[in-house]
């Protein structure tokens, strides 16, 4: 497995420790986020994730700023991008299960490592529904019309 990860500062800290966490678990992450609590912008973040994404490779890719707000908007300007802001297990699986989600959204000040964890794991767990994907192609027949 192989994940991609971006942030901005209010994804900072969150982000240092899923990269241990993914570590430990012996999954690959390439992380394209800031190094620091420095103030950046969320929009620069999310547009490095959502091309690094775009050119395949990845399992998912997960988007991290203060709320997770801000960097999912940005992800989901790019076509191809569906970006989910997950909070709890039933957001987490029906983001995967549902929407098929490439990128999974995570606020860094709303929600504890552990939390963080817990709803990755949900996530990871749960299988796309196939019965949902013409819903996907109209999604992504929206993206042409712009
Ligand atoms: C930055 O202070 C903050 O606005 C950002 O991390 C994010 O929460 C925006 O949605």
């Known amino acids: 497995m192989k994940v991609v990860i971006a942030n901005d500062h209010g994804g900072f800290e969150l982000k240092r ?5 993914f570590k430990e678990k012996g999954i690959e992450v390439v992380n394209l986020g800031t190094d620091s609590n420095a103030s950046v912008d969320y929009p620069i973040y999310g547009e490095k994730l959502a091309r690094e994404v775009l050119k395949g490779g990845y399992d998912f890719g ?3 700023c203060g ?6 908007i940005a ?7 569906r970006a989910a802001l997950i909070y709890d297990e039933n957001t987490a699986m029906l983001a995967k299960e549902h ?6 959204a995570l606020g860094g000040r709303t929600l504890t490592n552990k939390r963080a964890e817990e709803l990755i794991e949900a996530y990871m767990n749960s299988k ?8 996907l ?3 992504g027949k929206l993206g042409e019309k712009t």
């Open 62 to 64: 997960i988007a991290i």
């Open 137 to 139: 192609d109209l999604l």
């Open 128 to 135: 796309f529904e196939a019965r949902h994907q013409h819903r």
């Open 67 to 72: 709320t997770g707000i801000g960097i999912s």
């Open 75 to 81: 992800a989901n300007k790019f076509q191809g991008i």
């Open 17 to 21: 420790h899923l990269l241990s966490y």
């Open 99 to 104: 929407n098929n989600a490439n990128v999974i």
